[in-house]
Nanobody, 118 residues
Framework: QVQLVESGGGLAQPGGSLRLSCTAT????????MIWARQAPGKGLEWVSH????????YYTDSVKGRFTISRDNAKNTLYLHMNSLKVEDTAHYFC???????????WGQGIQVAVSS
């Protein structure tokens, strides 16, 4: 069993920054790949970014490339998403999740809201 808890969301202005954190308990965090996904109002779930177990390999969806940075601290069992140059279209509920294989995740956090508005 893995428990994931997100924090750090909230309201930001366009062009602003936020940092999301995801703390994991219950399993060996350093063994598995992690993702951030989001769901905007009225839209489906979007795979935003993922990071390998050791943090050396990352992926970003095109809409966040150059603005978001995923990272992890395995000593603290924590995953991060640094979000810069935020846009209104980044408004969504953000989730962290543990990857089971490929693009399939088996444990999810409860999610946290990010709202970008002037």
């Amino acid at each position: 069993q893995v428990q994931l808890v997100e924090s750090g969301g909230g309201l930001a202005q366009p062009g602003g920054s936020l940092r999301l954190s995801c703390t994991a308990t219950g399993s060996r965090f350093s063994n598995y790949r992690m993702i951030w996904a989001r769901q905007a109002p009225g839209k489906g779930l979007e795979w935003v970014s993922h990071i390998s177990s050791d943090g050396t390999d990352t992926y970003y969806t095109d809409s966040v490339k150059g603005r978001f940075t995923i990272s992890r601290d395995n000593a603290k069992n924590t995953l991060y998403l640094h979000m810069n140059s935020l846009k209104v279209e980044d408004t969504a509920h953000y989730f962290c999740a543990k990857v089971l294989y490929g693009y399939c995740a088996d444990y999810w956090g409860q999610g946290i809201q990010v709202a970008v508005s002037s």
